[in-house]
């Protein structure tokens, strides 16, 4: 199972003057696990749906927030 999310532990420093961020990460778009459109996806059930998400199809959606931390996808 692919996620959308990639994280690393950049190196920290002994001698680095400012406290570093422990954990980075970056979200990929989901098109880049879909090969193409598949004929017949399933698509949101109200235009306003599709108009928060900003796609028409939900394989598509990709929240913005980092999940973890506590995002929703339709803030």
Do not use: N
């Not at 098109?31 to 796609?55: D, K, S």
């Amino acid at each position: 199972m692919f996620t959308q999310y990639k994280y690393w532990r950049p190196y920290i420093s002994p001698f680095d003057p400012c406290k570093p961020i422990e954990v980075k990460y970056f979200a990929t778009p989901p098109q880049l696990y879909m090969g193409f459109q598949p004929y017949g996806l399933p698509q949101f059930q109200t235009p306003r749906e599709a108009l928060m998400a900003g796609t028409l199809w939900p394989q598509l959606f990709s929240p913005y927030p980092f999940p973890i931390k506590g995002g929703t996808k339709h803030d």
